[in-house]
Each structure stands twice: as structure tokens, then as C-alpha cells.
């Protein structure tokens, strides 16, 4: 094998050792306890964090289902984890996703947090003018959802059961069921929409 092929492979390898001790201490774990979940020993996962030792196929997956995490994560191209946490600024907030409430009137959306694989929760700020609402019904899917009002009231349906949300109500329902909002008040309302989908 020539220097070239060496090169290509050697940043991935070492990059195997930095993120198991980076998931390991995320979840809190000592070696030795690691070392009791994934049944390689406490010496070796010790090693193998400090690259001293590339582990076996076999002993990779172990550790890699003992921290939760797929065996890709530990043999990608050798770039840097992604952050744990994601940032949305104020000032570049995106739109709403549309399947949020595809057939709402008089409202103005953005969202606060998006889904993603490792984050499956997502939120959205919106602003409800008077008259203005979700539509007959929003989309149903399994999941649940709490809507948080700021300012304002929401008249909100779930499930043929009528609440009316005034400032600082909340209201938890599942989105498996007919489900919808409005504003029937003069003054627009402010609420905050956090769902988890099943």
C-alpha cells in the first residue's frame, strides 16, 4: 500500500478513538461501565480512545450499539462531529414547514426548531390576525402537539372538544385527531406550536 492509499484512510481511523470518548462522556459513562454495556474490556475502549489500538469490525459494532450510535458515525470521512445543539437566530428564522398548517389564513409563521433525525421535535411561532386560523383541519399524523399562547386567545378543536386559550394557556393534544385554531377575537394572537412526531 503506498503513502496516497494510506493518507486517504488514516484521518478516519483516527477519528474512530476522539468520537467514542466524545459519545461516551455525552451519556455519562465511566470505562468501566461502557466497558459492561458493550462486553469489550475497560483497557481496550481505554486504547482505543486514546489510538492506540483500531479496533476490530466486531468490537466497533459493539461499542457503537452500547453508545447508541450507527457504526457510520465512527467511520465517516474523518470530519468533525456535528454540534449536539442547533441554533436558530432571530433574524434568521425559517418559514414555517409547510405541512405545519397547509391551508392557514391570516397567519404568520416561522419556525423556532426544525425535525431532524437525532432531533425529532419541532416548533413554530406564529402570529394569528383576527379571523384568521389553521383552516378546517389541520393534517393528521401520529404525534402530539402543545400550543402555547403569548398573547392574544385561540379558539382551538380537537377532536369535536372546543378550548378557548387566553394568554399564557396552554393546551397538549395528540395529532392523530381531527385537530384545528383560529382567532375569532378583534386583536391578533401570539402562540407557539411545539410538536413530536411519532
Do not use: C
Not at 390576525?129 to 392574544?152: A, I, M, N
Request: aromatic share 4%; charged share 25%.
Amino acid at each position: 500500500m503506498d503513502a496516497a492509499e494510506r493518507g486517504s484512510w488514516e484521518p478516519i481511523v483516527g477519528a474512530i478513538g476522539p468520537k467514542l470518548r466524545e459519545a461516551r462522556q455525552q451519556l455519562g459513562l465511566s470505562l468501566q461501565q461502557l466497558a459492561a454495556r458493550a462486553e469489550v474490556s475497560a483497557a481496550a475502549i481505554h486504547k482505543v480512545e486514546r489510538g492506540d489500538m483500531v479496533p476490530t469490525i466486531t468490537t466497533l459494532l459493539k461499542l457503537a450499539g452500547a453508545v447508541g450510535r450507527p457504526i457510520g458515525h465512527f467511520v465517516d470521512d474523518g470530519a468533525p462531529p456535528a454540534p449536539v445543539a442547533t441554533l436558530i437566530t432571530a433574524d434568521e428564522r425559517p418559514a414555517a414547514p409547510p405541512e405545519w398548517a397547509p391551508a392557514a389564513d391570516g397567519v404568520d409563521a416561522a419556525a423556532i426548531a426544525l425535525p431532524t433525525a437525532r432531533l425529532p421535535a419541532s416548533g413554530v411561532i406564529a402570529e394569528v390576525d383576527p379571523g384568521g386560523g389553521s383552516g378546517d383541519t389541520r393534517p393528521q399524523r401520529p404525534g402530539e402537539e402543545v400550543v402555547f399562547v403569548l398573547d392574544g386567545t385561540l379558539q382551538v378543536e380537537v377532536a369535536g372538544e372546543r378550548y378557548r386559550l387566553r394568554t399564557g394557556d396552554a393546551l397538549h393534544y395528540p395529532t392523530d385527531r381531527p385537530h384545528r385554531w383560529h382567532n375569532a377575537e378583534a386583536h391578533p394572537a401570539r402562540a407557539v406550536w411545539f410538536s413530536v412526531r411519532s
